[in-house]
């Protein structure tokens, strides 16, 4: 059983890991279909593995196939962000002034 400290280690991570696919996926310079992903992408594995477990040819898919693999993607990183059943996760947002 992880520790709660453990617990919060990961989540911070999970988080973190969501927050910057979210802004890969939806940012100015994000791919139009997913199989556009770079290999070297730390997002790349995950995409193909997606894509082979819902059956899908990797190089041929549609733009609606495509969406979902992203949207399972999202899901997959969401679901991250709570590690432990034990614990429910508490986002505290806090803001700094830009310069």
């Known amino acids: 059983m992880a520790t709660k400290k453990e ?5 911070q991570k999970a988080i973190g890991d969501f927050f910057t696919l979210a802004k890969y996926l939806l940012g100015e310079n994000a791919p139009y279909d997913i199989n556009e992903i770079p290999k070297d992408s730390p997002f790349y594995e995950t995409a ?7 059956g899908l040819d990797w190089e041929n898919m549609s733009h609606e196939d495509s969406n979902r693999v992203m949207l399972n993607m999202l899901s997959e990183y969401f679901c991250n962000i709570q590690p432990d059943e034990k614990y429910d996760a508490i986002l505290t947002i806090s803001f700094k002034k830009v310069d």
Do not use: G, M, R
């Open 7 to 11: 617990v919060l280690e990961q989540s």
């Open 48 to 54: 193909k593995a997606i894509s082979d477990e819902c």
